[in-house]
C-alpha cells in the first residue's frame, strides 16, 4: 500500500513540476525571436513554450492575487537570445544603468556562458582591472589589521579606494533586471561571475539556469562582526529587493571551482569572496522558490536582512518547496519578518563548517513541514534550528536520517528545546494556504527532488 501512495505522489508531483502553468502554448509560426548576440533560430516549441509559462495557480506566495507571469505578454520583438554580458544587457533594455526600470514585458533566453567579468569588447576582466588605482589589498591588510588599527572600522583613504572599487564592481558585474521580465536558460546555459539584481522587478521569472561564483573582489572587513571580526562580501548570485510576483524555478546554485573553503585566511579570518545564493530582502515579498540545487556553498538564502522593525513588518512572504540543500552550511533560510513556508525540501547536510539549516529571526513565522534532513556524522536534529531573536517556528511532518541510523520522523522544536536555552514555541501563527498538489510525505521527498531539481531538468 505504502509503495503504491508513494509511486502515485511521484507522478503527481513531476506532473506539477514540468506542466505549463496557465500558459498556453504558443502556435506555429509567426515572428522568430528577435536576435541580440546570437541566433534566434533552433529554440524548440518546448523552449518558447517554456518562455511564456506563468507560475501555476496556488503554487507558493509569488502566485497570491493576479500571480506571476513574468514577460508571457512579450511581443515577438521583445524575445531575444543571449550568449554575452553585452547581449543579456541589451535585451533587458540596453542599459544596465537604467534597466531596472524597463517594464516592457521581455523573454530572454540564454545560451552559453554569460561571464559578469566580460567587458563591452568581449575581452574577460580581472579584479585589478576593476580596482582603484589607489587600492590594493596588501596594503590593505597591512593598514587595518587588529594589532595596528584596533577593533574600530576601517577609515580614511585606503577604505574609500575599496569602497570606490566596489562601485566599480558594481557597475560591471550586478545586472539589473526590470518588471515583467523571464529569463531562461537553454540547455547547458550558466551566469558566471554576475549577480541578477531584481529590484523593484515586480513579475519576474528566472528558470533553468545555473549561477555559479558571483565573486566580490573587495570584500569588507569588519572588526566587529564577532568575536574576531568577518570578512563580508556583497554580491547574491540572485537578490530581490522591492519586488512582488517572484518566481525563481528550476536553477542550480554553485561557487563553481572557486570555493569559500579555498580562499586564504586573512587578518586571522577566512577571506569570504560569497554571499548569498538567493537572498529576499528590503521590503520585497510573495515569493516562490521551486526545485533548486544549492550545493556546497556557505550563505545561502536570507530573508529580510535587518532586525531594525520598520517597512519590512508584514512583507517578506516566502514559499521554499521541493529544493535540494547540498553540503551547504547556513542560512536554509535565515528570516526575519517574513510568512515563509518551507516544505517538500531535502537537505544533504554536515561536513566542516555546518552551522544550521533554518534560522528563526525577529518576528519570523515560518512553518517546517513534511521536508526530509539527510545528515553526515557530527550533526544531529538538534542542530537543524538556530534561534536568531525568534520566539516561534511551525515543524511538522518533517524526517531525519541521521549518519547510521534508519530514517525517523523528528519534531524539530521539541529536538532544538531539548539542548537550547531559551526554548521556541511550536506555533508561528499562520497557515500556508498556497501550496500546489500533493504535499508529499518527507520519505518520498528525496527521491522526486533528486529527479527534478535543479537545471536541466526541464523539457527543452
Not at 516562490?288 to 519590512?312: A, C, E, H, Q, W
Request: charged share 15%; aromatic share 6%; net charge negative.
Amino acid at each position: 500500500m505504502w509503495e503504491k501512495t508513494l509511486g502515485a505522489a511521484m507522478v503527481a508531483v513531476t506532473l506539477a513540476a514540468t506542466s505549463t502553468g496557465a500558459a498556453a502554448a504558443p502556435r506555429g509560426g509567426g515572428a522568430p525571436p528577435a536576435t541580440v548576440d546570437g541566433a534566434a533560430d533552433g529554440l524548440s516549441r518546448a523552449a518558447r513554450h517554456l518562455g511564456r509559462q506563468a507560475l501555476p495557480a496556488g503554487d507558493g506566495w509569488a502566485a497570491e492575487g493576479a500571480g506571476t507571469t513574468g514577460g508571457a505578454a512579450a511581443t515577438p520583438e521583445q524575445v531575444h537570445v543571449v550568449s554575452s554580458r553585452a547581449g543579456l544587457v541589451a535585451a533587458l533594455g540596453g542599459d544596465n544603468a537604467t534597466n531596472r526600470g524597463n517594464a516592457t514585458p521581455k523573454i530572454i533566453y540564454v545560451r552559453g556562458v554569460v561571464d559578469g567579468f566580460e567587458g563591452p569588447d568581449g575581452t574577460p576582466l580581472d579584479c585589478a582591472a576593476l580596482a582603484d588605482p589607489e587600492y590594493s589589498l596588501p596594503a590593505y591588510l597591512a593598514a587595518y589589521d587588529p594589532a595596528v588599527w584596533g577593533r574600530v572600522p576601517p577609515s580614511g583613504p585606503l577604505e574609500a579606494a575599496r569602497v570606490r572599487s566596489v562601485t566599480n564592481q558594481t557597475r560591471q558585474t550586478q545586472l539589473n533586471v526590470g518588471p515583467n521580465t523571464t529569463i531562461v536558460g537553454l540547455p547547458g546555459a550558466r551566469l558566471t561571475g554576475l549577480t541578477l539584481m531584481l529590484d523593484g522587478a515586480h513579475n519576474t521569472i528566472v528558470r533553468n539556469l545555473t549561477f555559479d561564483d558571483a565573486r566580490d573582489c573587495f570584500p569588507a572587513w569588519s572588526p566587529t562582526d564577532g568575536e574576531a571580526g568577518n570578512w563580508n562580501s556583497q554580491y547574491d548570485q540572485i537578490s530581490v529587493r522591492r519586488s512582488e510576483h517572484v518566481w525563481i524555478d528550476h536553477n542550480t546554485f554553485t561557487d563553481g571551482d572557486n570555493p569559500d573553503s579555498a580562499q586564504p585566511v586573512h587578518l586571522g579570518r577566512p577571506y569570504q569572496v560569497h554571499d548569498g545564493s538567493v537572498d529576499v530582502t528590503h521590503t520585497a515579498s510573495l515569493v516562490t522558490i521551486s526545485y533548486n540545487r544549492f550545493v556546497g556553498r556557505d550563505k545561502v538564502m536570507l530573508i529580510g536582512s535587518s532586525n531594525t522593525v520598520g517597512p519590512d513588518a508584514g512583507r517578506l512572504k516566502a514559499s521554499l518547496h521541493h529544493n535540494l540543500f547540498d553540503g551547504v552550511l547556513q542560512r536554509l533560510p535565515r528570516v526575519r519578518f517574513g510568512q515563509v513556508d518551507v516544505w517538500n525540501n531535502h537537505y544533504r547536510l554536515g561536513g566542516d563548517g555546518f552551522e544550521y539549516a533554518i534560522g528563526v529571526g525577529v518576528q519570523s513565522a515560518v512553518v517546517a513541514e513534511h521536508n526530509f534532513f539527510s545528515l553526515q556524522a557530527g550533526v544531529g536534529a538538534d542542530d537543524l534550528l538556530y534561534d536568531w531573536g525568534g520566539t516561534a517556528v511551525t515543524t511538522r511532518g518533517n524526517w531525519v536520517g541521521a549518519a547510521g541510523e534508519r530514517p525517523r520522523p523528528v519534531d524539530l522544536v521539541a529536538a532544538y528545546n531539548a539542548s537550547h536555552e531559551p526554548d521556541l514555541a511550536p506555533d508561528a501563527g499562520w497557515t500556508p494556504s498556497l501550496r500546489r498538489a500533493p504535499v508529499l510525505p518527507a520519505p518520498a521527498v528525496p527521491a522526486v527532488v533528486a529527479t527534478l531539481a535543479g537545471a536541466g531538468r526541464l523539457p527543452l
